[in-house]
């Protein structure tokens, strides 16, 4: 079973109002990657917050998906986590990670796919910890796959992008995920 992380946003409202694009569209892009993940019999990774992750996460298990890890901090550290609690309810496992700093990094590091859903100042920081394990050698990911209908201008910040263009696929739509992941899993 394919591991597939995901990274995006938490707060919809404010992803809206930067891209232009009505919440009810990210809202449904969201209903559909969980329903491709399902189909493509995939095991899917998120951290227990809210936004494109909750989303994602419960319409995977909507559509019967078999296996949603929710990466949990044990500690509130460095940030609170009483907030994310209820974001763990549909957690067929619950990963406790030392602190926050280990949960956004495992998102990224222990599946074999990622999946950008949309940027945030959390994605950024998540996306810098997918360019040092690319350029370290570090970590299980194989590809980083980036839906240019979710991101603002259609690309990744350069300032990444350059340095791990090697394992970046960009997809035009959300659709187009069903086609690569049946790709990738040949």
Known sequence: MIKVGIIGPTNIPKLSKLTGKPQEFFLEKAKLIGKILTEADCELWVNSDKGMLVAIGRAYKDFGGKKLVVLYPDKGEPWPKEHTKPYIKNADEIRKEPNWFWSNYNVTALPDLCICVGLSAGTL???AYIKW??????GNLKKLISIKELLRNGELPPEIEVDIKEIIEYIETTED???FLKKFKK
């Open 125 to 127: 920081s998540e996306l």
């Open 133 to 138: 394990n690319y350029q370290l050698k570090c």
């Open 177 to 179: 995920l069903r086609d």
